[in-house]
Structures are given as structure tokens and as C-alpha cells.
């Protein structure tokens, strides 16, 4: 009977940097290559492409892919889940020390490509495959990878389930149970169901938000919550700016929506913002009005903030990046006094996002809110809804799976540990059926 061994690479001892490959036999399988945002001090506007993979390992932004020569086999694909820098952010810096197509969805292969072309160190040949949710590819004779549409803070997100004579490993990094997501499918529970039926002999799935109790709730009441914030008012002259994820294509879809029954006109700043919502649109998960503004370099970004303070603020409702309050940012130089907007007493500045959970984003946002209270801004924090499971949906894939092991990944150890407790109560004994894994670390499991 042939072993299949988990190569813990990246992101089992963090939030970030996630890479996992799968050996099964003399074959490879690469799960996701992704940077850690903290490290560098850089945020959705990453500039890193001058800089070389080995500084990037040691300043531990990027997995350490080196143990990979310790691992006999051939890489024979990389298979990415979804678009966020920290699944992809690393192809163009490792992609091309692997001979070996890339494997995504449509989206996520867009912004994949996005990254490559804009890297400047490395030329990175590796061939693109597009594979849609819900169908499945042939990485080789005996090996076929299966998307599965699942709900996340991006569109386009599979989980991802790698098929072998030996038995299918599960990835689920990342996802959440939204049985009402505004953009996208809900998630496949028959299949799920089936493939539980069928035997899964092990679940990698994501902790970062385990240790939080009850169910992660539908993007559908992040909407509404937005709809309150920003119609819900009798002050509606008053300048008001929302900052969230520019990959949030569904929460950006919403305040589009939203600015259209303000009577605003919507501007979205930020190189990332032009990149993540012109490929949902070129795609065809979006339409963008006629009257939308998107503007991606700084220069013009000043200029349509100029034109905002001349025509007046009640006419627009600018979607800038910086809610972590990174340097350089758009928030962070409006709030710094950087650009030609003013921010005067009563602005409302809308934070449709979380604090990413590091000490290093924490003292950036406080440090933002700070400066806007202190130029008379009214905050409004926490507008949104997560985009990871929480403990409950955790358990509902688990017992709908019914993996014989079970693999927690994509987080620190106090996920971890979170996630192992929910197993145990769902019969899983660590060490046994319940593994705990740290980067560096290959676990061999016997079908």
C-alpha cells in the first residue's frame, strides 16, 4: 500500500505564506503559494517584485519552499484555491523552480497572470490552466484534482480535492458556509455529502476563525449593514469615504449598489481596486455602471480627489484601500494630509472590513482612527461580516466530510488548537486521527 505524506510548508504556523504539497507516489501536487502581508509591511498594494525569493524566506514573508529538495518526487502541478496574496502572492517568486502548470479557476487565474507580468526578478513560464468550479482536471494518468464552488471573501474560491488510487486529500483553505451569498454560488452540499460518502482519507482545512463560536454570518447582512450605515442617516450631505478589501468583489458590488440609491456617484481608488474589479468585470461576475470611477495611480487619484472636494462631497461616495491603516495607502494619506481631500468634522469614514489579527495591523489602525478622530471624522468600525467559518460551520464540514484524518492549517497555534478541541468532540483523537503540523513537517498517511 503507498503512502501519501503532507508536506507542511507554509502557514501552519501563521496566518499567511500557505503552501502545502501533496506526495503520492513519485507525484507532487503543490496546494497554493502565498505571502504573508505582515512581514513586509506592505498591504494590497504589495510592491515586491524587485525583490529576490531568498531575502523574501528570510524575512519570512514567503514559504520556505527549500525543504521541497528533501522530498522525493516530481512536482507535477500547482493548484491554487482562490485569489487572495496569501495563496498566490508567492507564484512569482517560486512558480518557476518547478516545471509544472498552475492550476485555478478563471478569476483567480486572471490575477495570477496579473502577478506574474508584474514581477521583475523572476520570469516565471509555468503554463495557466483555467479549471471552472464544479469541474475537475487530469493532472496525470492516476491523479485528478476537483474544484468544488465554496463561499469566501473572494469570488471564484473553490475547496479543492486531490483524487488518487491511494485516496483524495481535501483542502478547504479557505471558505465559510453563506447559504445566501450575493455574488456566486452557495455551497455544494450534495457533493460534499457524496464525497463524504465516497471517503475522504484526510481534511487540510483552514482555523483561522475556529476559536469563535456559533456560525460565520451570510454576506447578505454585511450588505445590509452597509445599507444602514450609509442610507440610515439624516446627515446625508456629509462627506462620507468607505474603505474595505479591494478583493471583495461581492462587498464591492453591494456599495455599488448602495452609492446608486444614495444618488452618489461611486469612486474606487487604489491601484488594487482597478486591478481585483476590472478582472470581475472583464469576467463577467459584475457589471459596472456607466457612472462609476475607478482610478489606480496616484496621480490621478489626487486629481479625482481634488475634483471631490471641488464639486462637492454629497456627490460621491469614494471606496478607497487602508482600512489595516497601511503606509502609503490611500486612507492613511488623505488622513495624513497627503492628498487634496479635507477631512472635516461629521465625514464619516466607513470600515468595511476587520482588523487582520497581528500587532503590527492593530498599531497601524489605531494609529489611523486616531488621526481621523483627532480631524473631527465619525468612525465606523467592523461594518462586515467575515468571510471565514466559524467554529459551528467547522463542525458541520467536518461531520458532513467525515474525513479519516483531519489536518488543521492556515493559522497559529492558538487556531489550531481551537480547531483540534472542536474535532475531539467530534470523536477525533489527536495524534491519531487529528494531526497537528508545523512548517517543515511531512505527515505520512497509510490509506
Not at 509591511?41 to 517584485?49: L, N, Y
Not at 465554496?150 to 480535492?161: N, R
Not at 445566501?180 to 460534499?192: Q, Y
Not at 477631512?343 to 489605531?366: C, H, K, L
Request: proline content about 4%; hydrophobic content about 40%; charged content about 25%.
Amino acid at each position: 500500500m503507498e503512502e501519501i505524506g503532507i508536506v507542511a510548508v507554509g502557514g501552519y504556523n501563521e496566518m499567511g505564506r500557505n503552501m502545502t504539497a501533496i506526495v503520492i507516489g513519485e507525484d507532487i501536487i503543490i496546494l497554493d503559494m502565498g505571502i504573508r502581508l505582515d512581514r513586509v509591511q506592505i498591504h494590497e498594494d504589495a510592491e515586491i517584485d524587485r525583490m529576490h525569493s531568498l531575502e523574501l524566506i528570510d524575512m519570512g514573508a514567503i514559504p520556505d519552499d527549500t525543504i521541497m529538495r528533501d522530498v522525493n518526487g516530481t512536482v507535477r502541478a500547482i493548484v491554487c484555491t482562490h485569489g487572495h496574496l496569501d495563496h498566490i502572492g508567492a507564484i512569482p517568486k517560486l512558480a518557476h523552480r518547478y516545471n509544472a502548470p498552475i492550476i485555478s479557476t478563471p478569476y483567480t487565474t486572471a490575477l495570477i497572470r496579473q502577478q506574474i507580468e508584474e514581477e521583475k526578478k523572476f520570469k516565471v513560464n509555468n503554463p495557466l490552466v483555467s479549471v471552472r468550479a464544479g469541474d475537475s482536471y487530469d493532472i496525470t494518468d492516476t491523479i485528478r484534482v476537483e474544484f468544488i464552488s465554496i463561499p469566501h471573501s473572494i469570488i471564484d474560491s473553490v475547496i479543492a480535492v486531490i483524487h488518487s488510487p491511494y485516496g483524495s486529500i481535501m483542502y478547504a483553505c479557505d471558505f465559510k458556509l453563506d447559504r445566501a451569498p450575493t455574488i456566486g454560488a452557495s455551497p455544494n452540499f450534495k457533493v460534499l455529502k457524496e464525497l463524504g460518502r465516497n471517503g475522504i482519507l484526510a481534511m487540510i482545512t483552514e482555523t483561522t476563525n475556529c476559536g469563535r463560536s456559533g456560525k460565520t454570518p451570510s454576506e447578505t447582512i454585511a450588505k445590509e449593514m452597509l445599507r444602514d450605515v450609509l442610507l440610515g442617516t439624516e446627515e446625508s450631505h456629509v462627506g462620507m469615504i468607505v474603505t474595505t478589501f479591494a478583493s471583495h468583489i461581492a462587498r464591492l458590488n453591494a456599495i455599488l449598489e448602495i452609492a446608486e440609491e444614495m444618488g452618489r456617484t461611486p469612486v474606487f481608488m487604489g491601484r488594487s481596486m482597478e486591478k481585483y474589479l476590472l478582472a470581475a468585470h472583464d469576467l463577467g461576475f459584475i457589471t459596472l455602471p456607466k457612472n462609476v470611477e475607478i482610478y489606480g495611480h496616484r496621480k490621478d487619484v489626487d486629481r479625482a480627489l481634488k475634483k471631490i472636494m471641488t464639486e462637492g462631497k454629497e456627490k460621491y461616495l469614494p471606496v478607497v484601500t487602508g482600512h489595516q491603516g497601511e503606509p502609503g495607502s490611500i486612507l492613511v494619506r488623505i488622513c495624513n494630509g497627503e492628498t487634496p481631500f479635507e477631512v472635516e468634522s461629521g465625514d464619516r469614514i466607513i470600515f468595511s472590513a476587520n482588523i487582520i489579527p497581528s500587532p503590527m495591523t492593530r498599531a497601524n489602525r489605531y494609529a489611523l482612527e486616531t488621526k481621523l478622530r483627532m480631524r473631527g471624522a465619525r468612525i465606523y468600525d467592523d461594518v462586515h461580516v467575515s468571510g471565514h467559518a466559524y467554529r459551528e460551520d467547522h463542525w458541520e464540514l467536518l461531520r458532513m466530510v467525515q474525513p479519516t484524518h483531519v489536518i488543521p492549517a492556515h493559522g497559529d497555534l492558538a487556531m489550531h488548537s481551537a480547531y483540534i478541541e472542536m474535532a475531539e468532540d467530534a470523536g477525533y483523537v489527536l495524534g491519531e486521527t487529528v494531526h497537528l503540523l508545523r512548517n517543515g513537517e511531512i505527515l505520512f498517511l497509510e490509506p
